[in-house]
């Protein structure tokens, strides 16, 4: 019987380390799995084995997938001219969603940031570089995120791919589709009217 507590409690603090999972949610979580388990339970511990021996990172842009090179870097449709530099993974997926842009893109592995230690050598810098270098890449799109290291992480990039023949262009930021100007913070205003172009 001790076997199988000590089963429960390791499911419980594993489910906890998840994003958005406190230990209650993740009792619940773990006691929904245990009521559902040949639906749910083993169907997902399948799953989550699987993907942990099969899921590799692209070594051409830094992308997970089941194949390297990923099956965005390998798919004849997209533009290989136009190249978007994500900070991370989660962001690649963030643009995906909307199925508005159809190049290939290239993950930092995060942002560069002195109080966390994290400078360029940490980052997939040099691979950036090496990949704007190509023939066939004409524009590399800065898509970090508006924060204070997003920033600088873009500024960065920008320098370093100054003198490439390669346009180097940024998201643009302010007011989000179906924003009103009352709801949103002042820098997001600021960015706004600095990124303002003609009518």
Aim: glycine fraction near 10%.
């Amino acid at each position: 019987m001790a076997s199988e507590t000590s089963d429960i409690e390791r499911l419980i603090q594993l489910l906890a380390k998840l994003p958005g999972l406190g230990p209650r949610s993740a009792r619940r979580a773990a006691l929904y799995l245990i009521r559902r388990r040949a639906q749910l339970m083993e169907p997902l511990a399948q799953a989550l084995a699987e993907a942990a021996a099969n899921i590799r990172t692209c070594t051409a842009c830094g992308n997970i997938d089941t194949a390297d090179p990923c099956g965005i870097c390998t798919d004849p449709r997209r533009d290989a001219s136009l190249i978007c530099i994500v900070e991370g993974v989660a962001d690649l997926w963030a643009l995906e969603r909307t199925a508005a842009f159809r190049g290939r893109y290239h993950v930092l592995g995060g942002v560069l940031s002195a109080l966390d230690g994290v400078g360029p050598d940490e980052l997939n810098i040099a691979g950036l570089v090496r990949r704007a270098s190509e023939q066939q890449v004409k524009e590399m799109i800065i898509a970090t995120g508006a924060t204070v290291d997003g920033q600088t992480t873009a500024h960065y990039l920008a320098e370093r791919l100054k003198g490439l023949d390669v346009t180097v262009s940024r998201l643009a930021h302010g007011v989000p589709v179906g924003g009103e100007l009352d709801y949103l913070d002042d820098g997001t205003i600021t960015a706004a009217l600095k990124d303002r172009r003609p009518f």
